[in-house]
């Protein structure tokens, strides 16, 4: 069962395409792992809106941030926004005003 599909807005398709590809690849499928098994190491909640899919590979953490859209009809739609490799205990709170002001960009367009 999918809990969730997700789409990859420019700055999470920039950020992935810059990966290896063996990082390219675990980012992907813990992505999927996570639509399938709703997994909080896989995809955890940060603030009321904001979300991070986490991936570590090769002893590198890896941060999509990403938010819901629950007006997608027959589904439930999960936007990823943007990626980072995280070097602190905590998600900079620059990186959560990011995906924030690219959630409210991306209502805009709808």
């Given at each position: ?32 792992r ?15 809106e904001?979300?991070?899919f ?10 999509l ?37 690219a959630?409210?960009e ?5």
């Amino acid at each position: 069962m999918r809990y969730f599909d997700t789409i990859f807005l420019e700055g999470a398709k920039v950020f992935i395409e810059k990966q290896n590809p063996k990082t390219r690849m675990k980012i992907l499928y813990n992505i999927d792992r996570a639509a399938q098994s709703n997994d909080a190491k896989l995809f955890k909640k940060l603030s009321s809106e904001i979300w991070e899919f986490r991936t570590l590979h090769a002893g590198t953490q890896i941060r999509l941030l990403a938010f819901w859209d629950h007006n997608e009809k027959n589904k439930t739609l999960v936007v990823a926004t943007h990626g980072f490799i995280k070097k602190v205990d905590k998600v900079p709170n620059r990186e959560i005003e990011r995906a924030i002001i690219a959630r409210k960009e991306y209502f805009l367009k709808q």
